[in-house]
């Protein structure tokens, strides 16, 4: 593993695994720097809606994106605050 990033790294380089790859191929369209970004994007909307990297991956997996869900607007904030006031 290279220097430990800080706040202030503007560069980083990753070596990436096969299945590293294809994600980053697949939420790019076949475009490695624009799936870093979409990933980058997807985790901003998870962490404006109050995921934290303390927390299940599960709690992101809600319906499995269809359409007919009668809480569409209910937020992962919501779900987050029920789950935690039942600890």
Known sequence: ???P????????????????KQIM?????GNICR?????LAM???AHNQ??????????????????NNPNLDESLRDKVREDRGNE
């Open 1 to 3: 593993m290279g220097r």
């Open 35 to 39: 799936g870093f970004e979409n990933i």
């Open 25 to 29: 191929l697949a939420a790019g369209q």
């Open 50 to 67: 109050g995921f934290r990297p303390d927390m299940g991956m599960s709690i992101l997996i809600t319906d499995r994106g269809t359409t």
């Open 5 to 20: 990033s800080t706040p202030n790294t503007k560069y980083f380089q990753r070596t990436l695994s096969d299945p590293e």
């Open 43 to 45: 985790y901003q909307e």
